[in-house]
DNA sequence: TTCAGATTCCCGTGTTTACGGGATAGTTTG
DNA sequence: CAAACTATCCCGTAAACACGGGAATCTGAA
C-alpha cells in the first residue's frame, strides 16, 4: 500500500504543486492538505489511526509559527515521521525543529525529486537534510560538544564537582560524603585550581558546558 | 583550478578507486593519497601551503583510530574540509568526529556518484551525510536537546543571568550594568524565583544545561 | 484608569565562600 | 626509598551571598 503523505503549507501555489509532485509517485499519496497545523492537529486528535506515515510542514505559517506545531503534531501522532519544509535558514529555527523531533529539514529551494526522495528516505528511518542545514546542524553540534578538555581532576574531584553542579553547599557536601567541611573545602580549592576558576558558578558553568560529568 | 583532495585510506582496493573517481571529475583533482593519518599530518606541518580542500578520511584504520586524526588534521589545516569514510553507523563514534570537526560522514557503501557530489557539497559549504547518519545524528540531536522551559524571564534578568553564567558577582555585575549593587540583588532574586533555585552556582547549572541564554 | 510587571533602589543579618595559612596519612611510581 | 600525588583534616578573615524586610518609577495591558 502507499505512503500517506500529508501538507501542511499556507501558500495555495506550494500546496498544489506538492500534491501534485507526491501523487505522480506510485507507492506515495497525499489526500489531505493544511494551510496551518491547528486543523491538522484537530483532526488526528479525533481520528489517531488516520495519522500519515509522513508530514510535510511548512515553518513559515502565518499565525502560530511552524516549529510550535512539530512538538504537538509529534505528541499526537508519534509515529509519523515530519519533514520540515521551509525558506528559513537561521539555526534558531533549525534547532528548535530538530529538538522537537522533526525527522527531516528540507529548504523551498529544493526539486521535487529531492522532495520525493526525502520522503521516501524519512520512511525507512533516514533523516534527509539539504546540504546547507546539514552543515549548520554538524556546525551547531561541534558548538555544543566542545574540545573536551583534561583538567586531570581525581576521582574524588568528579565526584565534589558533581555535588556542585548541583547545587549543593560545601556543608552539604560535606554531610553526603561523610567527610569535613573543611576537606570539601581543600578539594574544591583544588578543583578551582584545575580548571582555572575562582568561584562556585564558574566552576559549574564550566563543567556543564564542556561536559566534564 | 581544480579542487585538491586527499584519501586518508588503508584499504589499497579503495584507495585507488577513490582516487580514480575524484581525478575523472574535471574539477577534483587527487595526487595524495595516505594510509594512515599521522604522515598526512606531519606533511601538513611541513608544507602547510599544500593543505588540500578537502580529506576523505577513513574512520576505521589500523594503529591510531581515524577519529582521533579528525582533530589532530584539523589542527593542522583548520580550513581542509574532512569527510569521514567509513562503514561503522556506532553513535559514539559519528558523534566523535562531529564534535572533533568533521564537516561530512559517508557510508562506504556510498557511490562514486555521491563521493563526487558530496566532496563538491563539503567545497560549498555543506555537510554532506550518508541519509542513515543523519538520521542518527537527528535523533542525538533531540536526545541531547533539553526540554526547553518557558520560565518568562524579563529582558534584564536574562542579561543578569547571562553574566552570572560569566562568573561575575553581583558587585561587577552592577558596575557592568551601570546599576545598583541593590538592583541586582533583585533582579538575582526573581530570577531565583522563576528558575526555582537558591544559589549562583544552581541558577547557572539550570541556564547552561538548558541553554536559557 | 487601575493594576500587574519590570526595573530601579535601600537596610540588615546570618550564612557561605574564597583563600591565606597550615598538617597528617596513604598510594603510586619512578 | 623518596618524591609526587591524593585524600583527609584544621584555623581565621574578609568578601560575597541569600533573604527577610521594604519602596519608587515606569510601561503596557485590561
Redesign the pocket.
Known amino acids: 500500500m502507499a505512503n500517506s503523505v500529508w501538507i501542511i503549507e499556507d501558500v495555495a501555489l506550494y500546496q498544489e504543486t506538492l500534491q501534485e509532485v507526491i501523487n505522480e509517485e506510485p507507492d506515495l499519496t497525499c489526500k489531505s492538505v493544511f494551510d496551518n497545523w491547528e486543523d491538522a492537529h484537530s483532526l488526528l486528535q479525533s481520528l489517531p489511526e488516520d495519522a500519515p506515515d509522513v508530514i510535510l510542514l511548512d515553518i513559515g505559517l502565518k499565525g502560530k509559527s511552524g516549529v510550535e506545531g512539530v512538538a504537538s503534531l509529534k505528541s499526537a501522532a508519534p509515529d509519523s515521521r515530519i519533514i520540515m519544509f521551509t525558506v528559513y535558514e537561521e539555526n534558531e529555527k533549525i534547532f528548535e525543529a530538530i529538538c522537537n523531533g522533526a525527522s527531516g529539514y528540507l529548504l523551498k529551494t529544493s526539486t521535487g525529486d529531492e522532495i520525493i526522495s526525502s520522503i521516501k528516505n524519512v520512511l525507512t528511518g533516514g533523516g534527509p537534510m539539504s546540504p546547507v542545514i546539514a552543515g549548520k546542524v554538524l556546525s551547531m553540534f561541534s558548538q555544543i560538544a566542545p574540545v573536551r578538555e583534561n583538567y586531570?581532576l581525581?576521582?574524588?574531584?568528579k565526584e565534589v564537582l558533581k555535588e556542585l553542579v548541583d547545587g549543593m553547599?560545601?556543608?552539604e557536601i560535606?554531610e553526603k560524603?561523610f567527610?569535613?567541611?573543611?576537606?570539601v573545602?581543600?578539594?574544591?580549592?583544588n578543583i578551582?585550581d584545575k580548571l582555572h576558576v575562582?568561584?562556585?558558578?564558574e566552576a559549574v558553568a564550566k563543567a556543564v558546558k564542556e561536559r566534564l560529568l
Chains 1, 2 share one sequence.
Open positions: 586531570m581525581s576521582v574524588r574531584e553547599t560545601k556543608k560535606s560524603l567527610i569535613s567541611y573543611h576537606t573545602d581543600s578539594h574544591i580549592r578551582y575562582n568561584s562556585k558558578s
